[in-house]
């Protein structure tokens, strides 16, 4: 028996990275779960071979509302129902420059469709899509919603325009979704790393030279279980940080512990 026996998950950005391993330890403790990544991404089919029958690969990129409600209706037809969303699609600052952090790019050089892409597959994609789960979630009066954004000093760092913004307005959306869903059974929480974490979003090898000291994506596995299941209900408009988790402390200490709200509060 697992904690998440019979929940279906959808996670976004779940061919590598942060969502891989976020699938692989909600598998491992009974959940199937609804593996989305961009319509080219071989990585997801290898992702799926790995992860076996419990993992459910399904192409949509989630910046645009039509494939949003394709991975709902899979969700429900080929997994037969939906309980936990979780928003970890998302791209990085990598995409406009390798060392962002030891050479940062100023605003006025970026060109307004990298800011516009970032904010789409940041901000607006974890919208989108919450909105398409949310109908069914309040239906069924139970269901989670759990965001990945960033840590708050990466928000504001020098240099990380449009990552920092996108991922600031996707932490200000989860507060007010929380609210929204006051009542409903449907919880909203953010989990963040806590820090860089050892995947390919962090290119900067003279700012982190050693990936060891990375925070590894496993560490996002025990918060994400928890909030997933039935031990949470209850517990919304909050935000873990995945390093400061204590698994030596039963979850629901270790929920504490890693946790505080949402927001700048
Ligand atoms: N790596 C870090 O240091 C770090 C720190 C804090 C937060 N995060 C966040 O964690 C999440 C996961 O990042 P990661 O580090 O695993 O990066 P990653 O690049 O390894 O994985 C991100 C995945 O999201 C997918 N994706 C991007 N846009 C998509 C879209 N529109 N539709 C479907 N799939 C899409 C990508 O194809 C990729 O497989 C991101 O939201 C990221 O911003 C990462």
Redesign the pocket.
Known sequence: MGVLDSKIIVV??A?????KAMSEGLIAAGATVVG???PD?A?LDRAAEALGRNFLPFH????GEAACARVVAHALEAAGGLHVLIN?????MQEINTFNSSDPTPFWKLEPHQWRRMFD??TT?QYLMARACAPHLIAQGWGRIIN?T??YVTMILRGFTPYGPSKAAAEAHSVIMASDLEGTGVTVNIL??GG??N????TDSKRYPDRAALVQPPKMVAPAVWIASNQSDGVTGRRFISKNWDESLPPAAAAIAASAPAGWR
């Open positions: 976004t950005g061919a590598r990275g942060l969502g989305v990544d961009l991404e990585e949509a990129d989630v910046s970890n699609a998302g791209v990085g597959n940041n994609s990945v960033t840590s963040v790393p860089a974490a995947t390919r979003m962090i």
